[in-house]
């Protein structure tokens, strides 16, 4: 046995399958780690671009409920001010009707008063000439005249 001859003969069969493995096995090994690699690149990337879309999505949906509650808010404050219109106008047409009541009560009680002077003109009338009736009918006395224009003054 030959140690030398031996270990030419491996080193040989080792070159030789070190030669075949490089030139046969090792390029789909290096072909597949390269598209294994690409993949998780590719995968990477796309969830990079996912995490970008998300945010720009978060950031649309902030923008949309930021636009929503101000456009809330103007609705409320066009409500509140249509409201407060609305109060005031039905105050107005109230103040309206008010005055409208309050002329015409005023208007009826001139027309009272003047029903009740023009009734007292003539119960006057009627008692001034019941008094200078009476007067004439008696004696011309001043004790008389000014005991008859106090029963005229206590009839007044």
Do not use: C
């Not at 046969?24 to 390269?34: E, G, H, N, Q, S």
């Not at 609305?86 to 109230?94: F, K, L």
């Not at 008389?144 to 007044?156: F, M, V």
Request: aromatic residues 4%; proline residues 1%.
């Amino acid at each position: 046995m030959y140690l030398n001859a031996t270990l030419l003969a491996q080193m040989g069969v080792f070159i030789i399958l070190a030669l075949f493995t490089m030139k046969f096995i090792w390029p789909p090994i290096v072909k597949a780690l390269d598209e294994r690699a690409a993949r998780i690149s590719e995968g990477l990337a796309q969830a990079e671009r996912g995490r970008q879309s998300l945010a720009q999505a978060d950031r649309t949906a902030a923008e949309t409920v930021r636009e929503a509650r101000e456009k809330a808010a103007e609705v409320l404050i066009e409500a509140e001010k249509r409201a407060e219109q609305m109060i005031e106008r039905a105050r107005d047409d109230a103040r309206i009707e008010a005055e409208k009541v309050m002329a015409a009560a005023r208007d009826e009680i001139e027309q009272e008063g003047a029903r009740m002077r023009e009734s007292l003109r003539g119960r006057i009338a009627d008692l001034a000439v019941a008094g200078a009736e009476k007067i004439l009918r008696r004696e011309v006395d001043a004790k008389a005249h000014a005991d008859l224009l106090a029963s005229i003054g206590e009839d007044l």
